[in-house]
């Protein structure tokens, strides 16, 4: 007898983050090839909303202890955030 799989809502949540996430990456990468404005200006938006479904199912799982993630040393966020403003600085030299 065939037996259908059942996930756990865990499961389930994970797959949909992962998800989203493709989604937000797929859509960034239209949105950086389009050259027609109103085509850039709706998936700017798309983005956007993505981006807060995508927080809103992190922001659960987290809740729930699913999804755990280190605070950052704000030594660390400094030095990275130095790093890319430099590179910055010298991409436009």
């Known amino acids: 007898m065939h037996q259908t799989p059942t996930f ?3 499961e389930i949540m994970n797959d ?3 998800s989203e996430k493709q989604m937000i990456t797929a859509y960034g990468t239209y949105l950086a090839e389009s050259t027609c404005e109103n085509l ?3 998936l700017a938006k798309i983005i956007n909303d993505k981006q807060q479904i995508q927080y809103q199912i992190f922001d659960a ?3 729930k202890g699913w999804y755990n993630v280190k605070n950052a040393n ?6 990275a955030a130095q790093k890319y403003q430099n590179i910055q600085q010298s991409m436009l030299q």
């Open 8 to 10: 756990s809502d865990q």
């Open 16 to 18: 949909v983050l992962s």
């Open 74 to 79: 704000m030594n660390d966020v400094q030095t």
């Open 40 to 42: 850039r200006s709706e």
């Open 61 to 63: 799982m987290q809740k």
